[in-house]
């Protein structure tokens, strides 16, 4: 499996987490503000507006592929050089500007 960016590692573990609670009926669901506020409560996570904005747009990506082709089975199909490739350059351009600032954790 590739790795994420080290600057996008924090966002991306957020996003498979909220991800992988994702409600689904005859498709995929987008992940609501509402489920974001409950992860953030409970796992105690800071999410700033700019990560935030960042995650939502992980989701509509996601969506539109498992929407447009169903549910990806990661068994099935792994990701190729393309696929991380691009994922880096959407994650690069949604942080473009941003400062990423490494929070102190009690």
């Known amino acids: 499996m590739p790795e994420a960016p080290a600057f996008g590692v924090h966002i991306w573990d957020w996003f498979v987490e909220l991800h992988n609670s994702r409600q689904s009926g005859f498709s995929a669901n987008p992940i609501s503000f509402g489920e974001i506020e409950a992860f953030c409560r409970l796992t105690g996570a800071l999410i700033d507006p700019w990560e935030l904005s960042v995650i939502r747009r992980m989701d509509q990506v996601v969506l539109s592929i498992i929407n447009k082709t169903g549910k990806p089975d990661a ?11 691009e994922a880096k350059l959407r994650i ?8 990423v600032v490494k929070r102190k954790r009690d």
Do not use: I, L, M, Y
């Open 75 to 85: 068994a099935q199909r792994q990701p190729t050089e393309s696929d991380v490739a």
């Open 92 to 99: 690069r351009g949604a942080a473009k500007d941003r400062r």
